[in-house]
């Protein structure tokens, strides 16, 4: 999957309590930013068929339901073959949100466990909000010093599965493992205690977890690239430069470009469920069409009653403003992606951009234009054809 962005599922079939348009929003802007496609798994079954592209599958604490046994069965082969799962809890584990989320980090050596971690010293303004900084040096752990829990329950970890964070000394259960992973076959799981780790205005505001979330869901879709530059790096990085608050500015602004080349590619793909959505449109319109010109042509034979046909355009001037429409939408597109690309090697020319940043959204930006125009070539020559066909 090189090359391309990955794709994120986020269950939405077992009531989960983790939901990406309000739970998880922000988690969601947050992968979206980085070069991942987030979607919501709503078909009330989970199919392989499904599964065939996607690079890592999220239960956000199931509430009240179980997954069926050929669900777990499908789950456990998609992992095998290569795909990232991740499974997320809450306090008292499957007993308490009487789902069976065990039944299926089970057959990868973990499990969640009926309790509730608390730790009256070290958390975040209430004993049942943790902070773990025991953490195992991982891809999802790199600069990440610790992590909010909120409302957690402990796992139990088996076989090959190894924890990745265990609560301090100070918690109850003290030396408790919250999160945990498993490397079986060609994929990765990982199973953490709380859901709220991630969630939107909870977890997710603390800067470890922010950094955690996305080196967790690059090692699950099997990047293993940290967020950021290490520590070590940094001080390398202030010492060269000499001005942190120049480096913060530079990339918060390759961000920003980062986000308007990833922006281009949404809005395609918006662009295309449009379009399918307006060719049903027109199809059905052509469909009438045809139907009411049958209608007219048997009253006018059958009564001698006459009454206009031509309530619709014809199929080919339908067609001649569709292409007319298309080709006008290409440009306006082309035209602001060039000037991305212009702006962006402006920036390189200059020096504040570096080359490996530059050479990647050049080259995002390039498959795009190359993209459109070949559509517009396309629409072109159709519109042609259409206008120089014989009467």
């Known amino acids: 999957?090189?090359?391309?962005?990955?794709?994120?599922?986020?269950?939405?079939?077992?009531?989960?309590?983790?939901r990406l348009e309000s739970t998880y929003s922000d988690l969601g802007q947050l992968l979206t930013d980085n070069d991942f496609d987030v979607e919501a798994y709503t078909e009330f079954i989970i199919l392989a068929k499904n599964l065939k592209d996607v690079a890592v599958m999220v239960f956000g604490c199931p509430n009240s339901s179980k997954l069926r046994p050929a669900e777990i069965t499908v789950l456990k082969k998609y992992v095998m073959n290569g795909g990232g799962l991740i499974l997320l809890s809450l306090s008292g584990g499957d007993r308490g949100l009487m789902n069976n989320l065990s039944k299926i980090a089970s057959e990868f050596g973990i499990s969640f466990e009926n309790t509730a971690v608390k730790d009256e010293r070290n958390n975040a303004g209430l004993p049942t909000m943790p902070f773990v900084s025991d953490l195992i040096a991982h891809p999802s752990t790199d600069d990440v010093k610790d992590l909010l829990i909120p409302s957690a329950c402990s796992l139990k970890v088996t076989g090959k599965a190894t924890h990745i964070a265990v609560t301090d000394e100070t918690a109850d259960p003290s030396r408790a493992v919250v999160v945990a992973i498993a490397e079986p076959g060609k994929g990765r799981v990982m199973c953490i205690g709380s859901y709220e780790v991630f969630?939107?205005?909870?977890?997710?505001?603390?800067k470890g977890n922010a950094t955690f979330a996305l080196n967790a869901f690059n090692w699950l879709?099997?990047?293993?690239q940290t967020v950021k530059p290490s520590a070590v790096v940094k001080g390398q990085m202030k010492a060269e430069k000499g001005e942190v608050a120049n480096l913060e500015a530079s990339a918060e602004l390759e961000k920003t470009l980062k986000r308007l080349v990833n922006a281009v590619f949404d809005l395609q793909k918006d662009i295309s469920k449009v379009k399918q959505q307006v060719s049903n449109v027109d199809n059905n319109v052509e469909m009438l069409r045809d139907q009411f010109q049958n209608f007219a042509e048997k009253t006018q034979h059958q009564l001698g009653v006459m009454?206009?046909?031509?309530?619709?355009?014809?199929a080919d001037e339908s067609k001649t403003s569709s292409i007319e429409a298309d080709l006008k939408a290409l440009k306006k597109e082309l035209k602001s992606i060039e000037q991305l690309r212009k702006?962006?090697?402006?920036?390189?020319?200059?020096?504040?951009?570096?080359?490996?940043?530059?050479?990647?959204?050049v080259r995002k930006l390039d498959s795009r234009i190359k993209s459109l125009k070949k559509k517009m070539d396309k629409k072109q020559k159709e519109l042609e054809d259409l206008t120089t066909k014989p009467e």
Not at 343 to 361: D, K, N, V
């Open 1 to 18: 999957m090189s090359g391309r962005r990955k794709k994120i599922l986020f269950d939405q079939t077992q009531n989960e309590r983790g």
């Open 199 to 206: 969630r939107k205005g909870g977890g997710l505001k603390h």
């Open 221 to 224: 879709s099997g990047e293993f």
């Open 307 to 314: 009454i206009p046909a031509k309530q619709f355009k014809t």
């Open 343 to 361: 702006h962006i090697e402006q920036r390189h020319a200059s020096g504040a951009m570096p080359e490996e940043t530059f050479t990647e959204q």
